[in-house]
């Protein structure tokens, strides 16, 4: 995958030049993963010549529950702020391709774990195209490692400090020789990859774990369960999911701002299905990139122009 970071980021409010961007080693960002952030794609469209932040305002939303939960004090970095910021910094870094943002904020400074202040913020921009397994679909492993739980580190708080979780189960699975993990509960049922939600079709019917199996609210699962219903009237199954209903599934994915929507064509050795990517997966895949991109106009409140804003 070809990235390339773009020439500005935003450190504090201020555009940086890339190099420039550095924080305190003792800040308990670093210390003590005082750390929430967001995650977020833009999509350029060549037909309108106009760039679309996906999901802006949910983002948004997500990272200030995310900044409450972990005690993050006060900062001036409104909504209104940050999504300016976010449409300067594509504007900066002249943005007419795919491009994957990141908006943090952190303790700085030296201090202590239980320190609310002072808070820094970043936003980066990485040039970023879908990825390879996106189209032709990866590989998974059910991991030996357990999902966080709500009550431990929750999953639902996008904190840099839970994503341990999901690191020791990719490396176990990539030195597996799987591209991919899928991480259990503590009870047994399937919760979430790494870094994305997860899906299954068995018998044309859509399912995914539901919100109390310790996963991130996802914003592409929500989008999708919107869409399953809206674009093909097969409403979505949220609930528990035990281990061996993926081995019976015909059609996997995992689905998130990152990841978009990947196939998973095989799990633990089993092929999903034909071991290709499905049709209904497929399916899905066109109408998200479309309306992502603004190539279908339905679904405007989902996209923030970048250029020629007021
Ligand atoms: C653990 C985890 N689950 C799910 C997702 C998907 O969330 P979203 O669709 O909001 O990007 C992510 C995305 O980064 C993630 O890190």
Not at 38 to 45: D, I, K, P, T, V
Not at 250 to 258: A, H, L, M, P, S
Request: net charge negative; glycine share 8%.
């Amino acid at each position: 995958m070809a990235t390339r970071n773009g020439d500005y980021m935003i450190l504090n409010g201020k555009l940086v030049p890339f190099a420039e961007a550095r924080i305190h080693c003792l800040s308990p960002a670093i210390t003590s993963s005082v750390n929430v952030f967001e995650g977020l794609r833009a999509y350029w469209n060549p037909e309108d010549e106009q760039l679309h932040v996906f999901r802006l305002e949910e983002h948004l939303a997500r990272l200030e529950y995310s900044a409450r939960v972990m005690r993050i004090g006060a900062h001036p970095w409104d909504r209104d702020t940050l999504r300016e910021m976010v449409c300067e910094l594509l504007r900066v870094n002249e943005a007419r391709e795919s491009v994957h943002m990141r908006i943090h904020l952190y303790v700085d400074e030296d201090g202590f774990m239980t320190a609310t202040e002072p808070v820094g913020m970043f936003i980066s921009c990485v040039f970023r195209p879908s990825t390879r397994q996106s189209r032709e679909g990866c590989t998974a492993q059910v991991s030996s490692w357990t999902r966080l739980t709500d009550n431990s580190g929750p999953p639902r708080v996008k904190s840099s400090a839970n994503y341990f979780n999901g690191r020791l189960a990719a490396i176990q699975a990539k030195q597996d020789g799987y591209d991919n993990a899928i991480l259990l509960t503590p009870e047994g049922h399937v919760s979430e990859g790494p870094g994305a939600c997860i899906f299954l079709i068995r018998d044309g019917v859509p399912s995914t774990p539901d919100r109390s199996q310790h996963i991130l609210e996802s914003i592409t699962r929500d989008t999708l369960i919107t869409g399953f219903s809206e674009w093909f009237g097969n409403p979505v199954q949220e609930r528990a999911i035990g281990r061996s209903e993926l081995y019976a599934a015909q059609e996997v994915f995992f689905c998130g701002t990152g990841n978009e929507i990947t196939p998973v064509i095989g799990i633990d050795g089993l092929a999903v299905g034909e071991g290709r990517v499905g049709p209904i997966t497929a399916a899905l895949q066109e109408r998200y990139f479309a309306i992502a991109s603004g190539r279908d106009a339905a679904h405007p409140e989902w996209r923030t122009p970048v250029y020629g804003r007021p």
